[in-house]
């Protein structure tokens, strides 16, 4: 079982959809996780981050950690043609640490 | 001002060469990080490094060696490459200060094929 795993899509919705991106992972002792957006190629850039169980919101963006389920999602409201990129999950063990476990990524087409 | 730069952008080069991926950031940051992009669009990390301590994933070949002539610079060099050794690769760095979370910004990738 890889450490960390992501629906790889493609996903693809309708312009205003909500969006729900999800990972799960196998190492309990995971305490910080983040989502990265990277465009087409491009680097990754921070989006979300998060220490605990429970849900962040930030604009359209909602991340949310269920740590018992071993289970992350990023949820994406009124999804913009914008938003089409590869969202990436990662995650440490130490909150400030350096060393991140990336999932592979599910690549999101938002279609006007 | 870009904030992490890599250069080339694009490296092809056949079997068996030696290249070298120069990254750059002007963030300040001390601590910087090769990762190895596949096709499969796996991230993984090759190296973390700052000026007291390089980290290496142990699943590296040893033909991959980080060299830093100062905090603001991290290249890659690749010695003997081979087929499988094409992918994008990224540049990172991050602030290492206690009680900061440890944001990484990433530099716009190398790709590399080689043939």
């Known amino acids: 079982q890889k450490e960390v795993e992501q629906d790889p899509g493609p996903l693809s919705v309708p312009e205003g959809a909500i969006v729900s991106l999800n990972c799960t992972y196998s190492?309990?002792?995971?305490?910080?996780f983040m989502w990265y957006r990277q465009y087409s190629r491009k680097g990754p850039e921070l989006l979300m981050y998060?220490?605990?169980?429970g849900n962040k919101e930030d604009g359209r963006f909602t991340a949310q950690v269920d740590k018992s389920s071993k289970y992350i999602s990023l949820f994406i409201r009124d999804s913009q043609p914008s938003d089409s990129a590869t969202y990436l999950c990662a995650m440490s063990v130490q909150v400030y640490g350096q060393n991140f476990v990336f999932g592979p990524g599910t690549r999101l087409s938002v279609l006007p | 001002d870009t904030a992490v730069s890599q250069t080339p952008k694009y490296l092809v080069t056949q079997m068996g060469n030696d290249k070298s991926i120069k990254c750059e950031q002007n963030?300040?940051?001390?601590?910087m990080y090769w990762y190895k992009q596949d096709s499969k669009k796996f991230l993984k990390i090759m190296f973390s490094y700052n000026n007291k301590e390089l980290i290496i994933n142990e699943t590296v070949p040893n033909r991959f060696s980080p060299k830093s002539p100062d905090k603001a610079h991290l290249n890659l060099h690749i010695n003997s490459l081979e087929l499988g050794d094409s992918a994008v690769y990224f540049c990172?760095?991050?602030?290492?200060?206690?009680?900061?979370?440890?944001?990484?910004?990433f530099g716009p990738g190398t790709r590399l094929t080689v043939t």
């Open positions: 963030l300040g940051h001390d601590t």
């Open positions: 190492n309990s002792a995971f305490q910080y």
């Open positions: 990172a760095s991050s602030k290492r200060e206690a009680g900061t979370r440890r944001e990484q910004y």
């Open positions: 998060t220490y605990s169980s």
